[in-house]
Structure formats: structure tokens, C-alpha cells
């Protein structure tokens, strides 16, 4: 079942920040970040796994909540660059990166 | 270290046709998967390629077929097309690992018309 991202869109100045939501109905064992510039192949950004570990390689945070199903991206101090759409993937198990992707968060930051 | 490369970029195709999209998967990946992207959506899994064997399957009807050559590149193959099949269409690789989860590598993506 595809996971619900909210909120759908948003708009910040530089500087600002945001939190992406992402809330699964089903217990998860991973939920894994993209981001998406127009034209351009999907970027990872982090994953995160029940239990707690994180990967990631930007200045980007995440966080998973295992009772409520839900991991929240944060984008802390916006930058033009963060602009794009961006994109949580599920998995229900160790299945090898089957991903059930959300419907996507769009952001545009504007100076 | 190379990424995912795919082609063609864009393509153009009747209903009824047949199309052959393909995809070379990063270095040391062995694992490729397939989704398809509509616009404004977000990408939907249309199935994964093990040691060259189909290794797990999302919602697609049987002509949405594959391939996972020696070298770990792949093929995606649609008969018959439909309207809705319009998309772009994204490869990505990976390295399967016993444990944990791993990252996806996407190529660019394959945009197909469907007229």
C-alpha cells in the first residue's frame, strides 16, 4: 500500500526550513528518501530502519517513528538547491529494495 | 565510478507497438529494478532482476517483461501498448546485501510516448 506524504506542496524562502511527512498504514522495515529536480534521475538522500539506523550523506535529518508507521525528512536552513520533489519509499520487509513510493512533496525555494 | 545509464531518453510509440528500454547499472551493483513514473506521480515498481532471474514483482500485467544480462545491464520489454502506458520509465541499481537496506541508484529515466 502506497505511503501518504504531506504535506503536497510547499514554498520557502532561503534560510527557512520544512518537514516532509511520510505515514505508512502497515509496519515498516525501512523508508528510504529521494529527491527529484525536474528532468533528472531521483537522488538519494537517507534511510532510515526500524530499529533505529540511519544513511545519509547530506545535511539533511530524518527520523523514523516505529509506533506511529511515520519518518519526517527535516530540511533545516533551506537552500535554492533543496528545490525539487521529493520522495519517500517503503518497504514492509528485507525484501531488497522493492520500494513502494509515496506520491511525492513538492518544494520550491525561492531567495 | 560510473552511474546508471539509460536509453533511449525519449521515444515515441503507436498502441498496439512493442518497445525494448535498456539500462546499464552502476559499478559493483548487481541488482536492477524497474519503475514506471507518471507524471506527477511517484515511481511505481514494476519488478527487480537478480543474478539474472525475475526476484520480485509489483502490480504490472505479463506484458511488462525483462531481462538481466551477465554484466548486470538489463532490458525492460512492453507488448501490446496502451495509452496509460506513457511514462518515464526508471531503471535503478543496487547492491543486494543479506542485511539491512541498501541505496538506490536511479539512472535518468526513459520517456515513452504512447500515441
Known amino acids: 500500500q502506497q505511503p501518504v506524504q504531506s504535506p503536497q506542496a510547499v514554498i520557502l524562502r532561503e534560510g527557512e526550513d520544512a518537514v516532509i511527512n511520510c505515514s505508512s498504514s502497515?509496519?515498516?522495515?525501512?523508508v528510504h528518501w529521494y529527491r527529484q529536480k525536474h528532468g533528472e534521475a531521483p537522488v538519494f538522500l537517507m534511510i532510515?530502519?526500524?530499529?533505529?539506523e540511519q544513511k545519509g550523506h547530506e545535511k539533511i535529518s530524518a527520523s523514523f517513528n516505529e509506533k506511529k508507521q511515520q519518518s519526517s525528512l527535516y530540511l533545516t536552513a533551506s537552500q535554492l538547491s533543496y528545490s525539487g520533489t521529493y520522495f519517500c519509499?517503503?518497504?514492509?520487509?528485507?525484501?531488497?529494495?522493492?520500494?513502494?513510493f509515496g506520491g511525492g512533496t513538492r518544494l520550491m525555494v525561492k531567495p | 565510478e560510473t552511474g546508471v545509464t539509460q536509453s533511449p531518453t525519449h521515444l515515441i510509440k503507436t498502441r498496439g507497438q512493442q518497445v525494448t528500454l535498456r539500462c546499464s547499472s552502476q559499478?559493483?551493483?548487481?541488482?536492477v529494478s524497474w519503475y514506471q513514473q507518471a507524471l506527477g506521480q511517484g515511481p511505481q515498481f514494476i519488478f527487480q532482476?537478480?543474478?539474472?532471474?525475475?526476484?520480485g514483482r509489483g502490480n504490472f500485467p505479463p506484458r511488462f517483461s525483462g531481462l538481466q544480462f551477465p554484466n548486470y545491464s538489463s532490458e525492460l520489454n512492453v507488448n501490446a501498448l496502451e495509452l496509460d502506458d506513457s511514462a518515464l520509465y526508471l531503471c535503478?541499481?543496487?547492491?543486494?546485501?543479506?542485511?539491512?537496506?541498501?541505496?538506490?541508484?536511479f539512472g535518468a529515466g526513459s520517456r515513452l510516448t504512447v500515441l
Open positions: 532482476y537478480y543474478r539474472e532471474e525475475e526476484n
Open positions: 502497515k509496519a515498516l522495515y525501512s
Open positions: 532510515l530502519l526500524k530499529g533505529g
Open positions: 559499478s559493483g551493483h548487481n541488482t
Open positions: 519509499g517503503t518497504e514492509l520487509g528485507n525484501a531488497g529494495n522493492m520500494l513502494t
Open positions: 535503478a541499481s543496487s547492491l543486494l546485501a543479506s542485511s539491512g537496506a541498501n541505496v538506490l541508484t
